[in-house]
């Protein structure tokens, strides 16, 4: 960048201080490799700009992830609050129970010894109802004594396999928080990295849109010197009356070309894509100027002369392209970038007439007033406005 900034003010110091004397093959091809060095330029600048976009997205998608990992953990947690209640709770019910157990083990254990005692002094007692009854009385209350005692001890053990597969799943959940927890980590560090490389990214472009713009006021200037070479050097013509080129007809000059205004077609079939003047970029939070309008249309499309006129300049200018410099004598000069002239310099056109083909796909179309560019919008009929 450094370098093509320093090959714009040679050049424009040499122009400036021979009076544009210098050969029109050398200054050309000199314009040719800025040409060629700001297209390269451009397309690197809009390479750096889909990165910069591609890695905003990547951060929002990144912060999205988070988002929903925050989600996760938060209810895992609340998750394991609830099972700790559960498990607490099953310990305090285990604790009772096993409590009773064994209380109810020994109470069960005297019991049995009383009426293995009770059995063996029943042969001495007498036979008949009154012992019947409490036989059978002792043999019910002591089975219902045994089958309760193993409904408890079933349901201790039960509740202790429950406990256990509590605790299994509490360290699943211990073990899902902690995975989520680092996967939250390995998050924020990428998104931590994602945020400082566009960071850098961004101040790459900005670093660099603002020698493009300075390189791009640089050749405004070269294009205005142009323009002003040549209104002297129609001048000189004039008045040594030794002009060679085609006669001027005074009839077919527009002498007010203010008349033309709302009148004008547009140079070549298409849609205007980019308006005159200052333009704010919000994403990179930049200005950029147009001094004229863009125009998409086909390759290879028809560009005509929207006036009478004598061509000035026909050649390459860096940042436009190919370019045509039309004079029409009158003070308005309109430029045509990014054709392949048909005409050369000191040729007289007509309006409407064709004067090159696109290059690609885009037509830079300016309106100057000597070398204050105008609004090109103006001046056309917004009929052939699509």
């Not at 809009?46 to 988002?67: E, F, G, M, P």
């Not at 002591?142 to 309760?148: A, G, K, L, T």
């Not at 009148?263 to 147009?290: E, I, M, Q, W």
């Amino acid at each position: 960048m450094r370098r093509f900034s320093l090959l714009v003010f040679v050049l424009l110091l040499s122009l400036s201080l021979n009076g544009f004397s210098a050969n029109k093959k050398t200054i050309e091809q000199k314009l040719q490799t800025i040409d060629k060095t700001i297209m390269k330029k451009k397309s690197d600048y809009n390479k750096l700009r889909q990165q910069y976009a591609k890695l905003l997205n990547d951060v929002k998608s990144t912060d999205a992830l988070i988002t929903s990992l925050k989600t996760k953990i938060k209810k895992a947690k609340r998750d394991l609050n609830l099972l700790n209640r559960k498990i607490a709770n099953l310990k305090k019910e285990i604790g009772k129970v096993s409590k009773n157990v064994e209380e109810q083990k020994e109470e069960l254990s005297l019991e049995l010894k009383g009426y293995y005692k009770y059995s063996r002094i029943s042969p001495y007692y007498e036979q008949g109802v009154w012992f019947d009854y409490m036989n059978r009385f002792i043999t019910s209350y002591m089975q219902n004594r045994i089958r309760d005692y193993l409904n408890k001890s079933a349901y201790l053990r039960s509740s202790l396999l429950r406990l256990n597969a509590y605790m299994k799943k509490k360290n699943a959940l211990l073990d899902n928080i902690k995975k989520q927890q680092e996967d939250l980590q390995t998050q924020r560090e990428t998104l931590k990295k994602l945020m400082d490389e566009a960071d850098s990214k961004k101040q790459q472009y900005l670093a660099q849109i603002q020698k493009l713009t300075q390189e791009k006021e640089n050749l405004r200037n070269l294009l205005k010197k142009i323009i002003e070479e040549e209104k002297r050097r129609q001048a000189e013509q004039r008045k040594r009356k030794a002009q060679k080129a085609q006669k001027i007809n005074p009839k077919l000059v527009v002498k007010e070309f203010k008349a033309l205004r709302g009148r004008v077609a547009l140079p070549v079939s298409g849609r205007v894509v980019s308006t005159f003047g200052k333009k704010y970029d919000p994403l990179f939070k930049v200005y950029t100027r147009n001094d004229g309008i863009d125009i998409k249309s086909k390759k290879d499309s028809c560009v005509r002369s929207i006036a009478y006129g004598k061509v000035g300049f026909a050649g390459n200018l860096p940042g436009y392209g190919g370019v045509v410099i039309i004079n029409h004598l009158n003070g308005y000069y309109t430029v045509y970038g990014g054709i392949k002239s048909k005409v050369g310099v000191g040729s007289i056109v007509k309006s409407r007439q064709c004067i090159g083909k696109l290059e690609k796909n885009k037509l830079h179309f300016e309106i100057r007033r000597h070398s204050t560019p105008l609004n090109p919008l103006n001046f056309l009929d917004r009929r052939f406005l699509k």
